[in-house]
């Protein structure tokens, strides 16, 4: 209740702040875009250090994201918007050979978001446009666990983030631009619930601060001024 609480009320000093500066300015434009991302990597699961490289187990992990968005350009450098984020993530791993007994097991998980962004773009007048931009949403996470196709483990995970991206905006044409995004840090903080085939079902909360330059975090993308 109180993270709903939190995000009606700044989706309210979102709206108030969207229209105190559209009154200020004739510089108006819409703005529908959309940013995609995959990321794959192999082995990537170390048992004694990343440093040594030394897998316990052969394994591949997917990432795809995709996160559509609407905004307006308020003025010459700030954008309002609201956007929404799909990600999927596929972890398999292959025959561990320090578990008895040997099995294949996979990962899956799903999340779904929903946030508010202010980007401030910093060189409008050029054809290629530095941006920063913050962000907050709340997410819904869904993963499994299975072992030779069993599910074993079940988590449902809620949770806000707090960050910041930034990236350059290339003017294609006059309505259309081309983007690269990267997620720089972030802040988490959320709950979540563990099922087991074992029917042993704990909850617990989370939060942690980090930088979020990798892979996984860079979006190509698109948009075009309506």
């Known amino acids: 209740m109180k993270k709903l609480t939190l995000i009606l009320a700044l989706a309210t000093l ?22 995609f991302s ?36 308020i003025t010459t450098h700030t954008t309002l918007g609201l956007k929404v984020n ?3 993530m596929n972890i398999k791993k292959y025959k561990n050979r320090y578990s008895q007994p040997q099995h294949n097991s996979k990962i899956s998980s799903n999340e779904l ?17 530095l941006f920063v931009e913050p962000y907050f949403s709340y997410n819904k996470v869904n993963s499994k666990n299975k072992n030779e196709n069993i599910l074993t ?24 631009r081309v983007s690269l995004r990267i997620g720089v840090a972030d802040y988490v903080n959320g709950s979540r619930m563990l099922s087991s085939q074992h029917n042993d079902n704990e909850s617990n909360d989370f939060s942690h601060f980090s930088t979020a330059l990798n892979l996984s975090n860079v979006f190509f993308g698109f948009e075009i001024k309506l």
């Open 14 to 35: 979102f709206q108030v702040a969207y229209a105190q500066v559209e009154t200020e300015t004739h510089h108006n434009k819409n703005i529908l875009g959309g940013g």
């Open 153 to 176: 483990r079940e988590y449902d995970v809620n949770y806000v983030r707090l960050g910041i991206d930034a990236g350059v905006l290339y003017n294609v044409s006059k309505i259309i």
């Open 86 to 88: 799909y990600n999927n």
């Open 113 to 129: 978001g929903i946030g508010i962004f202010a980007r401030y773009t910093f060189n409008p007048e050029n054809v290629a446009n």
């Open 38 to 73: 995959f990321y794959t990597s192999n082995n990537d699961i170390f048992y004694l250090s990343p440093i040594i490289a030394f897998s316990n187990t052969d394994s591949k992990t997917t990432s795809f994201g995709f996160s559509p968005y609407f905004g307006r350009e």
